[in-house]
């Protein structure tokens, strides 16, 4: 009997330290998660402001793919440079600084889609890389922000108050 005892303490004794280590791994995934949340939010966020400045930097080539090359549906193409412009510069601020994230995330994922529809000559690359940052805005529109945002403080702000 004692030898039957003695067999399952040893082979009981590696869980408690493999339950150690699942809950050491967890704890440094929850630290490390806010610092991805962010990197995600600015790495998208610099793809779109960096093509934004491209277009302010020499608006009448912009005007003219506008009218040219792209094909945004509905919109005249001067209407439809003005709006792309002021989305890819004013959603990837919202987007470092982690303020309406989600309502950001969702309008660039948008604009991304749009992209993607309104240019016929867009690579295979290019088809990639807009897949890749559609998923970076579907990851920050569906988890969140994270710690790391304005967001978090506003909120963290109201749960105080209430």
């Given at each position: 009997m004692e030898t039957v005892s003695m067999s399952m303490q040893q082979t009981a004794a590696p869980f408690p330290r493999v339950a150690g280590l699942l809950a050491l791994a967890r704890r440094g995934l929850a630290v490390g998660t806010p610092v991805v949340d962010f990197v995600v939010?600015?790495?998208?966020?610099?793809?779109?402001?960096?093509?934004?400045?491209t277009k302010i930097a020499s608006w009448d080539i912009t005007l003219s793919l506008f009218e040219n090359e792209y094909a945004v549906p509905f919109l005249p193409p001067e209407l439809a440079a003005y709006l792309g412009t002021g989305v890819e510069l004013a959603m990837p601020v919202l987007l470092v600084l982690g303020l309406g994230t989600r309502l950001a995330a969702l309008v660039t994922f948008v604009f991304n889609i749009v992209a993607v529809l309104s240019y016929p000559d867009l690579s295979e690359i290019g088809l990639k890389d807009h897949q890749y940052w559609g998923l970076f805005l579907l990851v920050t529109l569906f988890h969140g922000p994270g710690r790391l945002s304005l967001d978090h403080l506003i909120a963290r702000r109201f749960q105080r108050r209430s």
């Open positions: 939010r600015l790495l998208v966020a610099s793809v779109f402001f960096n093509s934004g400045l």
